[in-house]
C-alpha cells in the first residue's frame, strides 16, 4: 500500500528563502505554515500587511510580512525593488476572481491582471534572484476555458465569472508552459512547475458585495466545508513540488475523482494548455502589457 504523502516529506528546509504570495488566506496561507513549520524562511507577500502580520504570528517560524497587490503593477515593481537578497522559491499563489468585470488602475481586466499578469511581471523582476524553483497555482477550471488571443481583456467579447476566471487559469497554464520551454532551452538551474489544489474551502469565491451572491457565496462554502480539500490539503499539491523528484513542467494535481480533492498527484491538461504555438502568444501578450521578460 503507497504511503500517503505528508508535509513530513519537506525534511529540514532551514535556509531556504521561500516567497508566498496570497499568503494569509486559503491554500497560501497552508503553504506558509508548512514551510515555516519545516524550518524556511518564508516571505509572505500579501496586500493586507496587518491580516498577515497576524497570521505570521499564528503559524510561527521564521517570517517576514511584505507588501504587494497583483492587481497594480507598481506595487509589483515596488514590491521586488525592496526584497533584498536571493530567495530560492517562488512560489505564485495568490488569485482572484471578481463579482463584475472591472480594470485594474493599469487598464487590464482584473481577474487576468490579477492572476496572470501580476505574477508574471513579478517573475519576471525576481527570476535573477531565484536559485531553484518557480511555482504557478494553475487549476483544473482551465479545462473549460476559451482562450481569446485576440480580446485577453474581454473588451468585446462576453465576461462572466467563472468564464473569466477559468480563462485567466488557462493562461497561467500557458504562461508555465512556455516558462518551463524558456527555462530548459537556455540550461537554467531553475525549474517551474504547475499546481492544482482542487476544491478547497477556502475564501477566493467570497465575491459578495450583494445580498444574493452573499447568500450563495454560503451555501457553495457550506458544502465545500463538507466535501473540499481543506487549506493543508490544498496546499499538499504545491508543497509536493518542493518535496519530491518530479520532473521540470510537470502540472501536480489530487488523486480524486473530477480533480476536487484527494492527495497529490501528478495529473494531465488539456490539449489547449499544452500546445506551445499558442503558449508563446500568450507569454508575449504578457510581455506587451507588462513590459518585463524573462532574462534568460
Request: overall charge neutral.
Amino acid at each position: 500500500m503507497t504511503t500517503p504523502w505528508a508535509p513530513s516529506r519537506l525534511g529540514n528546509l532551514t535556509g531556504k528563502r521561500i516567497v508566498v504570495t496570497g499568503a494569509t488566506s486559503g491554500v497560501g496561507l497552508g503553504t506558509a505554515h508548512a514551510l515555516a513549520a519545516a524550518g524556511a524562511h518564508v516571505i509572505m507577500a500579501v496586500r493586507n500587511t496587518e491580516l498577515g502580520a497576524q497570521r505570521a504570528a499564528e503559524i510561527g517560524g521564521s517570517t517576514e510580512v511584505r507588501k504587494v497587490d497583483l492587481s497594480d503593477q507598481a506595487s509589483v515593481r515596488a514590491f521586488c525593488a525592496d526584497l533584498d537578497g536571493e530567495i530560492d522559491i517562488l512560489i505564485n499563489n495568490a488569485g482572484a476572481l471578481t463579482q463584475a468585470r472591472t480594470d485594474t488602475v493599469d487598464g487590464f481586466e482584473a481577474t487576468i491582471g490579477t492572476n496572470l499578469l501580476g505574477p508574471f511581471a513579478l517573475t519576471n523582476l525576481l527570476y535573477d534572484r531565484i536559485r531553484s524553483q518557480i511555482i504557478n497555482v494553475g487549476s483544473d477550471a482551465h479545462r473549460r476555458a476559451t482562450l481569446r488571443l485576440d480580446d485577453m481583456h474581454l473588451r468585446t467579447s462576453k465576461w462572466t465569472v467563472m468564464g473569466a476566471y477559468a480563462r485567466s487559469k488557462l493562461a497561467v497554464m500557458m504562461w508555465g508552459l512556455e516558462l518551463d520551454r524558456r527555462l530548459r532551452a537556455a540550461n537554467s538551474p531553475v525549474v517551474t512547475q504547475l499546481t492544482h489544489p482542487g476544491w478547497v474551502a477556502s475564501n477566493i469565491s467570497q465575491v459578495a458585495d450583494t445580498p444574493l451572491m452573499a447568500v450563495a457565496h454560503k451555501a457553495v462554502k457550506a458544502v465545500a466545508d463538507v466535501l473540499a480539500n481543506d487549506i493543508d490539503a490544498g496546499a499538499a499539491p504545491t508543497l509536493y513540488c518542493i518535496s519530491e523528484p518530479i520532473p521540470p513542467g510537470s502540472f501536480v494535481g489530487v488523486s480524486g475523482r473530477f480533480g476536487l480533492r484527494g492527495g497529490p498527484v501528478l495529473v494531465g491538461r488539456s490539449p489547449l494548455a499544452c500546445d506551445y504555438a499558442a503558449a508563446k502568444r500568450v507569454f508575449e501578450f504578457a510581455e506587451q502589457e507588462t513590459n518585463t521578460t524573462l532574462p534568460v
